[in-house]
């Protein structure tokens, strides 16, 4: 391989790209799962977060509360409710996947978040929580992939080069 420089664009904008990729494979996984059963959403297996239903709900609630660190906006889903739903969880995943994606894209290396998780106050640097996000969702992704394949379902690709061999990255 050989690399090919282009027009040096900020450290922000790569990071805002991972997000770009992490909305993708949410709205991917979020519509293969779309059509599966009751009984395939309350499927789990060992090693994974909970059921199916549970780890998107569990996924996405999460990544509203990456946004609420920056943003004072509300979540829309919770955990220990009952399923939301696909609609409700696909409108939760634009909303906070593009409103992270705005937020990677204006955060520096020197930006400190400051406030209170769990009744604790905190101060980090954002890249932090940035970094959480991703690696939150991308386990989480990987929870349902497994729980698919173990029920013999073929859950979609998922990962930066099968957005790229979808034409979908520049």
């Known amino acids: 391989g050989a690399l090919t420089r ?22 991917l996984l979020l519509d293969a799962c779309a059509s599966l059963s009751e009984e395939d959403l309350k499927a789990t297996c060992e090693g994974t977060y909970g059921s199916l239903g549970d780890t998107l709900t569990h996924m996405l609630a999460s990544e509203e509360r990456y946004v609420i660190a920056w943003t004072p906006t509300k979540a829309t889903i919770g955990e220990g409710m009952p399923f939301p739903g696909f609609a409700t969880l696909r409108k939760s995943a634009e909303a906070s996947g593009n409103a992270l994606i705005d937020i990677a894209s204006k955060t520096t290396a ?61």
């Open 6 to 27: 282009r027009q040096a664009k900020p450290m922000a904008d790569a990071i805002a790209d991972m997000f770009k990729h992490n909305l993708w494979a949410n709205l």
């Open 110 to 170: 020197d930006d400190i978040l400051r406030g209170t998780y769990r009744d604790t106050p905190y101060e980090m640097r954002a890249a932090l929580l940035l970094g959480q996000a991703i690696n939150h969702a991308t386990e989480h992704r990987a929870h349902a992939a497994t729980i698919m394949t173990q029920r013999g379902l073929i859950p979609p690709r998922m990962d930066v080069l099968g957005l790229w061999m979808g034409g979908q990255s520049g």
